[in-house]
C-alpha cells in the first residue's frame, strides 16, 4: 500500500502544497499554509480501471429554456448587486471583515425575501438563537416569517434542510460548519472546503438557493473566503472602513449577472439603510475647494459614482520618501507619480505624497488616473481645483490620455449633482449632457501646464 503522504493548504487562496513552507506561491500571504487534516485530500491513488459508466444525455447549445425567475428582495442595492434578484438554486458567498455587518444584511435580506413569500431558513453557526432574535427585534424585523436555528453541524442542517424544503437557506458562517466525514478543525482548509461543497451541491440538487458567510481572516488560523470563491455561483463582498457607516456590497463574481456592481449601504442604530443616491453621500463630507482635493466621475458596475479624492504632498523628513494610498492601487500610483516625472517634469523625490479615497470606498477604474494626477498636482503647487469641476480619464505611459468608458453618464451624473465642468480626454464624447462645460486635454502635460500653470 502506498504511504498516506502529507498535503497541505493555504487558508487564504487554497492552494495546495505537498510541502510546507513560510510563504504561500498562490497568493503570495505569509504563515498561512497548514497541514491538511483528514486523509483522501490528495490525488486518488487508483486510476478508474475499465469498468463503464452510465452515458451521459447530451444537448444542443440551442436548447431553449427560460430565463430562471428571480425574487426580490426589495432591498434594492442587495437585488441589484445579485444581477436582478436571487437566483433559484444558486449559492452565494458573503465575504467581509468581522463585524462589518455580514449578519446584520442576510438577517434583513432573510426577513425580505420571507416577507414576499419565499421560505427561509437562518442558520446561526456563531450566535444563540436567542442572540439572533434580538437583533431581529432591533431591526424591527421580529414578525417576519423566517426559521431560525442555531447549529454547526452539517449533517444535521442538511437533514433539517432537506426535510423542511426551504427556498432560501443562509448559513452564518461557513467556517464555523462542521462536518463529521472530514477529521479537522472547524474552520480548517479541509472543513471549510467540505461544507461549502456539501452545501453548493445541496443547493443545485434540491433547488434550494443558499448564502454563505465567510469571514476574511487575518491571521492563517482559519481559511479565508478565498478557499470557496470557486465553489459559489456569486461572490460578494461587503467592505467599508470601521470608523465609516458606508458600507459597500460588491460582486466580483457573478455567473447570473454582471461583476463589479456595487450596493451601497448606510450602517445605523437600527440595521443597513440602502443609499439610493451614493455620489451625494460620498461628496457629502467636503468642504470649500482645497488644494489636494479633487471629484473624480466614476462608474461602478452599471452606476455612475462621485466620489473626491484627496491628496497631500509634503516634504519627506525621512531618507526614503513615503507612499501611502487609501482606497486605490499603490502600484499604480507609482505608475502615475513616474509618469508625471518622466513625461512632465515634475519630481516627487524628497516628497511624501499620501492619496485617500474619501468615504472608505474602493476604486479600481483606470479611468481614476486623471483625477488622481489632478489631486497630486493640485497638492504639489496647491492650486484648488474650481468647486464645480470633475475629472475623469486614463493616463497611458507616454502621457497621452485615453477616453474613458461611459463619459456621457459620467458627465450626467456630475450634472445631477451640481457640477458644471469636466476635465477629460480629447475625443470623449459628451452627447446629450448639454450643460457641462468640457476641457479636453489630449496629454497629462496640458494638465500639468493649463490647469496648473505648472512643468
Ligand atoms: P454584524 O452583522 O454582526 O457583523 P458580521 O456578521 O459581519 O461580523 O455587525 C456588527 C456591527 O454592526 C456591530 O459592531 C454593531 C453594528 N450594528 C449597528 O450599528 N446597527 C445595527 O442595527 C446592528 C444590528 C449592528
Ligand atoms: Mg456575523
Redesign the pocket.
Known sequence: MAKASKTFSCTSCGASFNKWSGRCDGCGEWNTIVEDGGLSSGPPSRSLGNKRGASLILTDLSTEEAPPPRSQSGISELDRVLGGGLVPASATLVG?D???????LLLQAAAHFARSGLKTIYVSGEEASAQVRM?AQ??GLQDAPVKLAAETNLRDILTTLEAEKPELAIIDSIQTMWADNVEAAPGSVSQVRAAAHELTTFAKRRGVSVFLVGHVTKDGQIAGPRVVEHMVDTVLYFEGERGHQFRILRSVKNRFGPADEIGVFE?????LAEVKNPSALFLSERGEPSAGSVVFAGIEGTRPVLVELQALVAPSPHSQARRTVVGWDGGRLAMILAVLEARCGIPFAGLDVYLNVAGGMKISEPAADLAVAAALLSAREDVALPANTVVFGEISLSGALRPAAQTENRLKEAQKLGFTSAIAPKGSKAGGSAGMKLQPMADLSDVVGGIFGAG
Do not use: A
Not at 468581522?98 to 446584520?104: A, D, N, R, Y
Not at 450602517?267 to 440595521?271: A, D, L, V
Open positions: 467581509g468581522p463585524g462589518i455587518g455580514k449578519s446584520t437583533r432591533r431591526l450602517m445605523t442604530g437600527s440595521g
